[in-house]
């Protein structure tokens, strides 16, 4: 129990060692801009995860408290701003968190009587509505411009101004390292172990004394508190905030995130935020088409790693632990060509297909992986069929190779360790 | 004679025009063993659904220690002191075997909706849940995940979470069902021990296990019950064998 707590702290500790040292590692401006947005993405996932991976709601609307926790902490900072209210920064992200506790206390109350379709129903719905008020009421959601502030015009503590991105970085990793070992902690309550009960039958939690409605309405209110957080923090890095936060998208985006991390695994939603931001910033800088690559991503992961990214790493986390990793890894290495060749299939495809249909005007000559082609060639077509055919002919061909090779390894690391 | 745990009164429950309860008065006496028989299609699992507040109730009252608990919600008449198993077996299969009895005994021990407690650092919760595992005999497979355990293990955790929240009157409904002999041996024995000091209900097709273990038998028949009494009787009762042991027969023909 003891030691197990001290290796908690211990990882704790690492982790808020690697934020502090990130930045001197990438220092560049655009990496440090990326690991602030990953820092509330990571929040913005953690929080979505509260209902899908823990207690089993499936929303299609939380990006509306994050979108009003951003809101509301760009008017907050406004108004501090101009009235000079001895308020730091620091705190401000406090009240976007406030705010979306007070609209999750509100929709959460209407939503969670039901779960299910449902549940999911009534969040698309909210969401829709929320959207909609966002290009009517022009007061407070600013209209087509948005709601923009300035974070530097708050009381200074210590001559810190937040101007600089590097400081926002730290503000943003503070919060962020906070929020998810808050988060964390929850998993760890009575109430997180009846928010897994509820995930897994809520007729039985029912019959032993909870009420599942309040189960998931609690939830509901904390996820939408750390929504909140999340959003007040991006208020606070881009100085601005539109109508489009509060929409479908950013809703959807989420979605994506925690799932292709793993819902079912704390570490998850973190993995898949900093994966999906890391691919949205550097892969728009390569292609048009990059949100259709994130789109087949959750495709593949959905039907061939239900348990997302992080569950694939956590699989293998016993074979690193009796150290029979290298076991594998021949097999690993044969299934290697061919999933290279049918990524080189997908983005040839893809690319060839998206310069046709985008970039017309442009004429036919494109390239792609440092080669230059025309992309009316039969030639690039035949290659694209043989890549795939070929591909999936030499996958098919190996996965039974790989799994047996993985299944036999884990046997072999359950008996060393029951040993 | 002793105070009634459990109190129907002119119970009727109806799905549309189709009447399954039709008027059942029943006292289960404070810690008596009940045994509710019957044969198929007679009302059984409903009646346990009505109680329990499963099922909304057409007419007439559930009294719980003398208080009407008629309508209210499942967590409610639990928090009141009244726990039930399923006849289809229903735990949480992705917790561990020891995850599924805490959950059980939490709202019992007052810590509710908290956010506040650390789980791991509730004693009283650890004990409990420990003390239940050794009763029902699943210490050694706590951390399997529920869904991985054998059958008969499956009905024994079942029985674990029904009577961890430490509720007065336990409802069984066919504990034993699907069971081979030497199971339901294992299982009447765990059935009784639990059951120790409290007030127990159960629907069970096994009429071995129903005359070892009860007290008093009713035998519901078409949603009504025609009989209540101590064992000895219930088999001398001459409307209990025509109407229950006669549709039995046919039963056995059919099967």
New interface residues.
Partial sequence: MIADRHRHLLLWAAAALVMVALPLVFSSGASITMMSLMGFAIIFALSYNMLLGQTGMLSFGHAVYYGLGGFLTAHALNVIGSGKWPVPLPVLPLVGGLAGLSFAIIFGWVSTKRAGTAFAMISLGIGELVAACSLILRGFFGGEGGISTSRTSTLRLFGISFGPQIQVYYLIAAWCLLCMAAMYAFTRTPLGRMCNAVRENPERAEFIGYSTQMVRFIAFCASGFFAGVAGGLAAIHYEIVTSSIVGAVPSGYVLLMAYIGGVAFFIGPIIGAVLMTALQISLSDYTGAWSLYVGLMFVVVVMYAPWGLGGLLLMHQPLLAAGLLKRIGPAYARAAPPVVMLAAAVVLLVETAHHLLVKAVEGSAMRVFWVSYDAKSPLVWGLIVLLFGAGIWALRRVMPGVSDAYHAAAQEAQRLRSR | MSACALQLIDLHKSFGATPIIRGVNLDVHQGERHAIIGPNGAGKSTLFHLI?G?FPVTTGQVKLNQEDVTGL???LI??RGL??S?QVT??????TVF?NI???V???LG??????????R?QD?RERTEAILEQINLGSRRSVPAALLSYAEQRALEIG?TI??GAGVIMLDEPTAGMSRSETEHAVALIRKVSEGKTLVIVEHDMSVVFDLADRISVLVYGQVIATDTPAKIRANAAVQEAYLGSASAEAEHA
């Fill in positions: 329990s499963r919600a499942p967590y639990n928090r726990s039930r399923f229903n735990i949480f299969p992705r917790l995850e805490r959950c059980g939490l709202w019992s810590y509710r909706y908290s956010f506040w407690h650390m789980i791991e509730a919760a979470i961890a929240g």
